[in-house]
């Protein structure tokens, strides 16, 4: 390891990896540091993401595709089924993927484009000058390092610590946390072609039940529960084992996983002197899906990018590294996070009886492409008697 | 004062996002206390598993 690299990443995720070979491959030198002692495991994720959105980062590879996903299915509460085919679910529909190989292909890459790449390795305070980050104190293995950047990318995760130490708030409001545990069954009857989400308060309260394929009679079977609903006796891992007992009672868990997905905001601003934060760390979740792979990765590169344009010109500065902020705010990940954190915040004052009559109402719809803003303009038509807060939904997204 | 049940935590690090204090700190397996805790309990709250309690001292 050198003491000194143009870019230092925090965090061998998606999010680290693309902006670790984004810098690398603009000519920076870089240095990707994973705190575990592998890339892509412990495994936190439902492995979903949308087909079209990942081929603009990597070519589809059988290696770590474990399932081609045709349709959506969302269950309401009554058990009415909302199915849609993936010439209308678009990117709501793609790949269950194996994150374990993903992210360490990803990594590869970056380690492929020249970054240094050490894992067991992780940042315990920025070095701080003047108020900017100038690097990072590491233990290298318990050894400590100080290592000196021009920008650090924090792509630290849920947790999202380095931005934390260097002043800026990133904590996550309890009622925006969705609590989470998931198991990876085997054994079970499944359409291995469908990822299904399964909606109710007694099922997941202010959040979703997921069964997403991962092969024949094998898939994530997992759950997300708002925080502010989680208390003792009734915590996710409650809830998915209930869920269990009915539907997959013969079935084998082969790995326990929980995790936290925030789906606040995103953090006010991702950038400071010196320092620009990426993925879950920066809280770009889509606040609907809980989904993270892309944005994470969009985010990441984009840092990437806009490091080697802010080294090259001598200044990173939070006022210069601050058209990273803005750039991924106006792009189409950004916007789809504003919106759908409003429809979010509504959907969650449902109650079952609402859930079961919009769900019934969208029984026999027939879109051709499956649009946020579409579906709520359906859902207007068909429920008279919900007509005063369906609009005021629309006109909170207008 | 908050006490954490290994055997229970499976460190995800849930709890480390929500605490408005960044007392928590996840190293690979092992969730620790690093920081001033104020015993909110709000960590105690989001864990999926049940792992974490505040138990008031008397």
Same mark, same amino acid.
């Given at each position: 390891?050198?003491?000194?690299?143009?870019?230092? /990443?925090?965090?061998?995720?998606?999010?680290?990896?693309?902006?670790?070979?984004?810098?690398?491959?603009?000519?920076?030198? %870089?240095?990707?540091?994973?705190?575990?002692?592998?890339?892509?495991?412990?495994?936190?994720?439902?492995?979903?993401?949308?087909?079209?959105?990942?081929?603009?980062?990597?070519?589809?590879?059988?290696?770590?595709?474990?399932?081609?996903?045709?349709?959506?299915?969302?269950?309401?509460?009554?058990?009415?089924?909302?199915?849609?085919?993936?010439?209308?679910?678009?990117?709501?529909?793609?790949?269950?993927?194996?994150?374990?190989?993903?992210?360490?292909?990803? *990594?590869?890459?970056?380690?492929?484009?020249?970054?240094?790449?050490?894992?067991?390795?992780?940042?315990?305070?920025?070095?701080?000058?003047?108020?900017? *980050?100038?690097? %990072?104190?590491?233990?290298?293995?318990?050894?400590? *390092?100080?290592?000196? %950047?021009?920008?650090? /990318?924090?792509?630290?995760?849920?947790?999202?610590?380095?931005?934390?130490?260097?002043?800026?708030?990133?904590?996550?409001?309890?009622?925006?946390?969705?609590?989470?545990?998931?198991?990876?069954?085997?054994?079970?009857?499944?359409?291995?072609?469908?990822?299904?989400?399964?909606?109710?308060?007694?099922?997941?309260?202010?959040?979703?039940?997921?069964?997403?394929?991962?092969?024949?009679?094998?898939?994530?079977?997992?759950?997300?529960?708002?925080?502010?609903?989680?208390?003792?006796?009734?915590?996710?891992?409650?809830?998915?084992?209930?869920?269990?007992?009915?539907?997959?009672?013969?079935?084998? *868990?082969?790995?326990?996983?929980?995790?936290?997905?925030?789906?606040?905001?995103?953090?006010?601003?991702?950038?400071?002197?010196?320092?620009?934060? %990426?993925?879950?760390?920066?809280?770009?979740?889509?606040?609907?899906?809980?989904?993270?792979?892309?944005?994470?990765?969009?985010?990441?590169?984009?840092?990437?990018?806009?490091?080697?344009?802010?080294?090259?010109?001598?200044?990173?500065?939070?006022?210069?590294?601050?058209?990273?902020?803005?750039?991924?705010?106006?792009?189409?990940?950004?916007?789809?996070?504003?919106?759908?954190?409003? /429809?979010?915040?509504?959907?969650?004052?449902?109650?079952?009886?609402?859930?079961?009559?919009?769900?019934?109402?969208?029984?026999?719809?027939?879109?051709?492409?499956?649009?946020?803003?579409?579906?709520?303009?359906?859902?207007?038509?068909?429920?008279?008697?919900?007509?005063?807060?369906?609009?005021?939904?629309?006109?909170?997204?207008? | 004062?908050?006490?954490?049940?290994?055997?229970?935590?499976?460190?995800?690090?849930?709890?480390?996002?929500?605490?408005?204090? !960044?007392?928590?700190?996840?190293?690979?397996?092992?969730?620790?206390?690093?920081?001033?805790?104020?015993?909110? !309990?709000?960590?105690?709250?989001?864990?999926?598993? !049940?792992?974490?309690?505040?138990?008031?001292?008397?």
């Amino acid at each position: 390891m050198k003491n000194r690299y143009d870019v230092l /990443v925090v965090g061998g995720g998606p999010a680290g990896a693309l902006a670790a070979r984004t810098a690398a491959e603009a000519g920076l030198s %870089a240095c990707l540091v994973e705190k575990r002692p592998a890339i892509g495991t412990p495994v936190r994720c439902a492995e979903g993401i949308g087909k079209e959105l990942l081929k603009d980062f990597i070519e589809p590879d059988e290696r770590w595709i474990a399932a081609d996903i045709r349709r959506a299915r969302i269950i309401a509460p009554s058990g009415d089924t909302i199915k849609l085919e993936q010439h209308q679910a678009g990117n709501e529909v793609g790949y269950v993927i194996d994150r374990k190989v993903f992210d360490r292909e990803l *990594v590869w890459r970056a380690a492929e484009a020249g970054s240094d790449v050490f894992v067991k390795t992780r940042a315990v305070a920025p070095i701080m000058e003047n108020g900017a *980050v100038k690097g %990072a104190r590491l233990l290298a293995c318990g050894q400590p *390092v100080d290592v000196r %950047a021009d920008v650090v /990318v924090a792509a630290d995760g849920v947790e999202s610590k380095f931005a934390r130490w260097a002043g800026l708030d990133t904590t996550v409001p309890l009622g925006d946390m969705m609590s989470c545990a998931q198991y990876l069954m085997t054994d079970i009857p499944i359409d291995a072609e469908s990822t299904d989400f399964y909606l109710g308060r007694d099922i997941a309260p202010e959040g979703y039940l997921w069964v997403f394929p991962k092969g024949d009679r094998t898939a994530n079977v997992g759950i997300g529960i708002s925080g502010r609903q989680s208390r003792d006796g009734s915590r996710a891992r409650h809830y998915l084992d209930r869920f269990v007992a009915e539907n997959f009672p013969d079935g084998k *868990v082969i790995e326990h996983i929980v995790g936290g997905v925030s789906v606040c905001k995103p953090l006010p601003c991702t950038v400071a002197d010196g320092l620009m934060i %990426a993925g879950d760390a920066a809280r770009v979740v889509d606040p609907i899906t809980g989904g993270g792979i892309f944005n994470a990765m969009f985010t990441g590169r984009m840092a990437g990018q806009v490091a080697s344009e802010c080294i090259s010109a001598g200044d990173c500065s939070a006022g210069a590294l601050m058209k990273y902020d803005e750039a991924w705010r106006v792009s189409r990940m950004g916007k789809t996070i504003e919106r759908n954190y409003k /429809v979010k915040d509504y959907f969650v004052t449902l109650d079952d009886a609402k859930l079961n009559t919009l769900a019934a109402s969208l029984a026999n719809i027939d879109m051709k492409e499956f649009k946020v803003s579409t579906l709520i303009m359906e859902l207007i038509k068909r429920n008279p008697k919900m007509l005063m807060e369906l609009r005021a939904l629309k006109n909170s997204l207008a | 004062m908050l006490t954490i049940n290994r055997d229970i935590c499976g460190y995800c690090g849930c709890c480390v996002a929500v605490c408005p204090e !960044g007392a928590l700190e996840l190293i690979d397996a092992y969730l620790s206390l690093e920081g001033d805790c104020i015993s909110c !309990g709000i960590c105690a709250r989001a864990c999926p598993l !049940g792992a974490l309690e505040v138990v008031h001292e008397e």
